[in-house]
């Protein structure tokens, strides 16, 4: 079983959609949580980040954390065709070593 | 100046070539990470640098050779790679780890495309 866990899409929806993207895990060592976003051809860009169950939001981004659940998710309300992107989650220990754990990403497309 | 610089974007070599990506931050972060990143597939850890030392190595074939001059930059020497080490190489940067309160938020350049023929 992986560490992390998240459906690799594609994900295709009409623009101004509600969209939910998901990832579990079942390492309960982890305590910080991600979103990135990846364009086609360029590095991945922070979105996202919490350590606290709950939610947090930023704009049109809200990012939900489960610990209980092993379970976090990020919202993305009145998507846009400017977030069609690879979206990755990625997750880190609190205690010892710089590693992230990323999800394998889910390709999102917002079709106009 | 919030942003990780990595040059060249794109690099073809053959597998007797010796080449060298860089990358450069002047953020102040104390952590630098090399990663590979195959198409459609998350990127995967290849090393850590931790105030210039190499803190992590992912088992990562010798032909990858990193370097840390300075707190500022990041090299990745290449030689004698194979085709299948083709893929998008991507230079991070954070805070790194500070008083135990973990990484948090890196920082991607927008990488190096390599092709090995």
Redesign the interface.
């Known amino acids: 079983q992986k560490e992390v866990e998240q459906d690799?899409g594609p994900l295709s929806v009409p623009e101004g959609a509600i969209v939910s993207l998901n990832c579990t895990y079942s390492n309960s060592a982890f305590?910080?949580f991600?979103w990135?976003r990846q364009y086609s051809?360029?590095?991945?860009?922070?979105l996202m980040?919490t350590?606290s169950s709950g939610n947090k939001e930023d704009g049109r981004f809200t990012a939900q954390v489960d610990k209980s659940s092993k379970y976090i998710s990020l919202f993305i309300r009145d998507s846009q065709p400017s977030d069609s992107a690879t979206y990755?989650c990625a997750m880190?220990?609190?205690?010892?070593?710089?590693?992230?754990t990323?999800?394998?990403?889910t390709?999102l497309t917002i079709i106009p | 100046d919030t942003e990780?610089t990595q040059t060249p974007k794109h690099l073809v070599m053959g597998m007797t070539n010796k080449k060298s990506l860089k990358c450069e931050q002047h953020m102040g972060h104390r952590?630098m990470?090399w990663y590979k990143q195959k198409a459609?597939?998350?990127?995967e850890?290849m090393f850590?640098y931790?105030y210039e030392k190499l803190?992590?190595n992912e088992s990562v074939p010798s032909r990858f050779s990193p370097e840390c001059p300075n707190s500022s930059l990041l090299n990745l020497h290449l030689h004698a790679l194979q085709p299948e080490d083709s893929a998008?190489y991507?230079c991070?940067s954070?805070q790194?780890?500070t008083r135990?309160?973990?990484?948090?938020?890196?920082?991607?350049?927008?990488?190096t495309?390599l092709t090995v023929v």
């Open positions: 690799p305590q910080y991600m990135y051809r360029k590095g991945p860009e922070l980040y350590y990755l880190e220990t609190r205690f010892g070593n710089e590693k992230l990323f999800g394998t990403g390709r | 990780v952590a990470y459609k597939k998350p990127p850890l850590v931790s803190s992590i998008l991507l991070a954070s790194g780890q135990g309160q973990g990484v948090f938020g890196y920082t991607f350049g927008s990488g495309r």
